[in-house]
Nanobody
Framework: QVQLVESGGGLVQTGGSLRLSCAAS??????????MGWFKEAPGKQREFVAL????????DYADSVKGRFTISRDNAKNTVYLQMNSLKPDDTAVYYC????????????????WGQGTQVTVSS
């Protein structure tokens, strides 16, 4: 069974920063063979992608709304993916989910195989 456990969410003022982490585990799960991603879901809205990173960390993809403010990275030795969020805005308020899939394209299609339980990010104005 695969577990993705997010942490690092919280309440921050506009312009502030947060760093989300997602630790992956599972007896048959090979972290370094999986693309990883962050998605967000705000109240009353559909889940949308925020940032993706391929298995090696060389390729990344970002939603237009976060380009230049957020950075996704991964540490394959620690089975962990990160999302550094800077210059936060109230529109960033959402539950942020970590996801994993062997295929990068499945992440882009919002159809990853594994999801975390989510962590709340609230940005006050």
């Amino acid at each position: 069974q695969v577990q993705l456990v997010e942490s690092g969410g919280g309440l921050v003022q506009t312009g502030g920063s947060l760093r989300l982490s997602c630790a992956a585990s599972g007896r048959t799960f090979s972290f370094s063979n999986n693309a990883m991603g962050w998605f967000k879901e705000a109240p009353g809205k559909q889940r949308e992608f925020v940032a993706l990173i391929n298995w090696s960390g060389i390729s990344t993809d970002y939603a237009d709304s976060v380009k230049g403010r957020f950075t996704i990275s991964r540490d394959n030795a620690k089975n962990t993916v990160y999302l550094q969020m800077n210059s936060l805005k109230p529109d960033d308020t959402a539950v942020y989910y970590c996801a994993a899939d062997r295929k990068f394209i499945n992440m882009q299609r919002l159809a990853p195989e594994y999801w975390g339980q989510g962590t709340q990010v609230t940005v006050s104005s």
